[in-house]
Structures are given as structure tokens and as C-alpha cells.
């Protein structure tokens, strides 16, 4: 049987492992980072009655600059952005992709803290772009200095900042940001994914934007408003910066079903965001728990807790699955990454790691 490695395949590729996180049918699915409670009934009804009167042209080619969706993401953002200022494509993922494509590349380097996001060096990779690992503070935090050291030592060509990070959940301050936008010439990105998920009041990167040309805020629909399978990711930028995604974007790249979908869901703000503020209680429920059981946690400001003090986190994975509790090892040594679920998946989680031991 023919292999990858016997392909004519780039020879950057070469030995590379793409993006993989377990997908085994569980009892409790706490591992990606999902929002895990259900769309209402009434939302998911007028989502549905949205797609279906888009199926209705479905024959013709859909709105190519999705004016409709810009509308709807440029009002639920506020802060003065109009909808030049807004982009939108099939998942967060490909507005980072898009964003290398225009501004990375062959000859070109993108800067990172680790650990981080991991799509952020396999999308470089599949650029062509030369990733850069940068370290990280105590705590997994990044500190004015530490942030421009690295920029200032590897002068790359964009700088990826999460905010807050993602697999730690640890949080960002603007001054970090502002201070690398103000030593790197090149490109400033900030994955703001889990945002929502912030202390109420938390002020954004997007309050940066005004004047800042090579800042890009990074936004996704998939957390917040628990619409991980529908696809929808977002930024905000300067219209300059959006109009260099439309070089590299693929025709029509966001299908009318998706615009349907998303702006009905967009018109039920309130209602999607309403469990926002459950998921925080579940989070905090874990960073308050889990330390009682022994493993002490990382500041969070997502939907997420990182956990350390793992013996051995292969095992503990593994014993959760027997009990059909699927979380998630990230590699970093004697930690596991859990989702913050429903209060009934909390219990169930702490319950069955508090019998592991």
C-alpha cells in the first residue's frame, strides 16, 4: 500500500502530523472545547426556517462579500466597527489561514508563545510560513518584556498573541499587545476565541483597533454561541488589511447556508449567550474543585481548566474514557486540559476523577 512519504509531497511537510483530537462516541464529550449545551428550541426553529428560504436560490451563487453576516457580526461587536472592518469565513481556522496566506508564506515567519493554540503552527506549515516558538513566563502568562524580547530577538513577519490562550487558558493584557504592536512592523494577530468567556467588563484587543492598521482581532461563533458545526469564524481589522484577505479568499467561499444560519443565529444573541454565563460558574465550579482534589489549576478565563499535578496523564485519560469521560492530554507534562460542561458533566467528571485518585 502506498505511503504519505512515498508521494511527491513538499519537502516542508515532510514528518509533519496534522491537527487530531480524539472522536470516540463517550457519555460526556469534554475534550475540544465545545460549548455543550443545547440551541434552544426557538433559535434552532428560526435557524431552520432561515436556511430553508435560502435553499430556495441555493441554486445561484451566494452573496460573494456575505453583506448580511458583516451587518450582523459588525452590530454584535460594537465598538464603533462598520462592516468593512469585518471578515468572516468557514471557522476561525481559515481566517488564520487566510491571514498567512496574504501575509506569511515562502521566505516569510510567524511568531508564537507556547504552548498555544495548535492550529497556529500547523496552519503556518501549510503555508509555507516558518514557525517560531516562542517561551512563555512562569504560569504559561506573557509579560511586556518577555513579548517584545522575542519579537525584538526573531523579527518575524506576524505575530500571533491568544488572548486568552488556549491550551491554558490564561490570560493576555493589552498592554502586551499594544507593546508588540509597537516594536513588530509587520502583523499583529490576536485569537480572541474564547473572549466571551472573559470576567464581565473584560475590555478586548478590538478597543486597540483605532489607528493600529496591522492589528487583526480574531473572533470565532463556535464557543460562545455553541455553533461549533456550523463553521463560522470572524475578525476585525482595518478595511485595508481585509481587502489583502480578498486576494487569497476562494470564490464565494462562505456558502448562503452558512450566512443563513449565522445571522439568524446572530438575531438570538441574547438567548445563545445566556449559557455564557453558566459555563463561567462551571469553570470556576472546576478551578475551585479541582485543587480540593489535589490538582492544582491555571487561572482561566475560558472555557477550559487546565489542570496539573497528573501523575501520569496518560493513564488518567485513559481511566476517564472507561467511564466514558473524554478530556483532553495536550502533552504538557503531568496535565490534562478539561471542557467546563453542563452542571451534570462537571459532576459526573469530578466525581469520576475524585474515585481515579
Known sequence: MTQLADLPIRDDLRGKTPYGAPQQPVR??????????????DVVEDIVASVARALRTVNRYPDREFTELRESLADYLGHDLGPERIWAANGSNEVLQQILQAFGGPGRSVLGFTPTYSMHSIIADGTGSRWIGAERDEDY???????????????????FLCAPNNPTGTPLGLDVIEAVYEVHPGMVVVDEAYAEFAPVGTASALTLLPGRERLLVSRTMSKAFAFAGARVGYLAADPAAIDALRLVRLPYHLSALTQAAAVAALDHRREMLAMVDDIRAQRD???????????????????FVLFSGVDDPRRTFERLLEESILIRDVGIPHALRVTAGTEEETTAFLEALGRIG
Not at 519579537?151 to 506576524?158: I, K, L, M
Not at 474543585?289 to 489549576?297: A, C, F, K, S, T
Open 28 to 41: 460526556i464529550a469534554l475534550n475540544v472545547n465545545e460549548n455543550t449545551h443545547a440551541i434552544p428550541d
Open 141 to 159: 502568562r506573557i509579560s511586556v518584556d518577555t513579548a517584545v524580547a522575542a519579537v525584538e530577538r526573531e523579527r518575524p513577519d506576524v505575530v
Open 285 to 303: 465550579r472546576l478551578l475551585t474543585e479541582l485543587p480540593r482534589l489535589g490538582y492544582p489549576v491555571y487561572e482561566s478565563w475560558s472555557n
